[in-house]
């Protein structure tokens, strides 16, 4: 029998360390649970067994921990807008030192001392102003409230700026193209990237369950109560201090993804610059061509055809004479 998963350093990093760090944090909890049904197991048995499921389930939210860290979803609309405010006056002050640079550069000689200084600031400053999206006016702009989300959305939106090829979509098609090694490379380099993420979340969840256990601690402190999540008692203050603690790794973590995910996105704009001319999407528009009954799709640039299979594919529409009419419509009417 196969195993769901292989014991392999991207299990380590992406599954065991994060899971294993949130099982630290609610073993206080599992273990109560097994107790109250009498269940006995060895305290290194429950952790291994807990921090397996519980880096199993990591994967599993993966895409509503990203929707977090990206600030896609899930913040309060008035946070949100905050923050995006925030990176958006980051984003001018970039600007600013970005054309103040280089107008000393440009006034530069190759031989003045100073060149070299001012040049790698310039290049500095480029990269900076690069993790940004572009929007359709062509400049660069703050769409997310986090560096994350910026970053991520900016690598996801170039194949579609230059080449008219909605990534998500076309992310599949391409993989089952990819041999084997480049596959685990590319699986290996993203898997760095979502580890850190995944332990950020861990450690930011055990935080909040510190301070859960710090008011549970203070609680029977004043004797309101008494149940026990600990064979001894802990001092209340202990737990809003580890909570900092945790708090603070788990930003620091979170900043230490950020080049991670700057990394993952050149290997993915790379991908699609190496292997877009091997989405052959032919098929599909003569599909479409059969249907509407119109041979001039099969003669549109490459941009275009992309675009109408995403639309076919993805919502069943096709769009004749400026209106989106849906496939089934005109199966019906055919």
């Known amino acids: 029998m196969k195993l769901p998963f292989s014991f392999n350093l991207r299990f380590i990093y992406r599954n065991i360390l994060p899971g294993f760090l949130l099982s630290l944090g609610f073993f206080p909890l599992i273990n109560l649970v097994a107790k109250s049904f009498h269940i006995v197991i060895n305290n290194e048995y429950l952790i291994l067994i807990s921090s397996i499921i519980f880096g199993w389930f990591l994967q599993v939210i993966d895409m509503h921990i990203y929707m977090v860290y990206e600030g896609r979803r899930y913040w309060p609309k008035f946070i949100k807008k905050y923050f995006i405010r925030r990176k958006q006056r980051h984003l001018l002050k970039l600007k600013n030192r970005y054309s103040f640079i280089l107008e000393r550069r440009n006034a530069l000689s190759l031989e003045d001392e100073n060149y070299n200084y001012i040049n790698n600031e310039y290049y500095e400053l480029s990269s900076k102003i690069r993790r940004f999206p572009v929007n359709s006016n062509g400049d660069r702009t703050a769409i997310f409230p986090t560096e994350i989300g910026n970053i991520i959305y900016s690598y996801e939106s170039y194949t579609k700026i230059v080449y008219g090829i909605n990534s998500i979509f076309y992310w599949n098609w ?161």
């Open 174 to 334: 391409i993989w089952m193209l990819l041999d084997k090694d480049l596959k685990e490379e590319i699986d290996s380099q993203q898997g760095l990237a979502d580890s850190t993420i995944y332990t950020s979340f861990a450690l930011n969840f055990n935080a909040i369950l510190m301070i859960v256990y710090g008011i549970n601690e203070l609680i029977r402190f004043h004797h309101l109560y008494d149940i026990g999540l600990f064979e001894i008692n802990i001092f209340y203050g202990y737990f809003f201090l580890l909570s900092f603690i945790q708090f603070l790794i788990a930003y620091l973590i979170y900043k230490s993804s950020i080049q991670l995910h700057i990394s993952f996105g050149s290997i993915f704009r790379a991908v699609f610059d190496a292997y877009r001319e091997k989405i052959n999407v032919d098929h599909v528009i003569k599909t479409i061509s059969n249907l509407t009954g119109d041979e001039s799709y099969k003669e549109k640039d490459s941009v275009e055809k992309y675009e109408i299979s995403w639309r076919y594919l993805k919502n069943y529409k096709i769009e004749m004479k400026g209106k989106k009419v849906s496939i089934h419509e005109l199966k019906r009417k055919g």
